[in-house]
């Protein structure tokens, strides 16, 4: 499990990186909070954060329940795929909207197995 957490912490890490990248949007922009809008680069890294954000509710209760029933090294493995997939997922973003779809894939294909594996881990265990 302490693989696990040192990925669930690198998850955060990158999260926290996607926030400051954000700022550092807003300053190169001008474009102060409370505004979303007005400048494509800024869009997009906000597109980032908030789409990671919402990934991360679903991968990180997925490793750690994926972690306890079914394989710890395993969910590790997959949340470092998640990792990569977000960060190719912003850089490929960042570029342009439509060369996201690498990183999504990778990312969203390691949030399936994990999320699957933790179901099928877990009614294991439950029956």
């Known amino acids: 499990m302490a693989l696990v957490s040192v990925v669930i912490s690198i998850i955060l890490l990158e999260y926290i990186v996607f926030v400051m990248m954000v700022g550092a949007t807003r300053g190169k922009t001008g474009i102060q909070a409370p505004a979303m809008t007005g400048d494509p680069k800024l869009e997009r890294m906000i597109r980032v954060q908030l789409n990671t954000l919402e990934q ?11 972690a306890n029933y079914v394989s ?5 493995g997959l949340g470092g795929l998640f990792v990569l997939g977000r960060a190719l997922y912003c850089r490929g973003y960042l570029v342009a909207a439509e060369k996201r779809s690498l990183g999504f894939g990778i990312g969203g294909l390691a949030t399936l197995v994990l999320v699957f594996g933790a179901i099928y881990g877990s009614v294991m265990a439950a029956i």
Not at 56 to 66: D, K, N
Not at 72 to 76: D, I, S
């Open 56 to 66: 991360m509710v679903v991968v990180i209760p997925a490793m750690l329940v994926f």
């Open 72 to 76: 710890a090294p395993v969910a590790a």
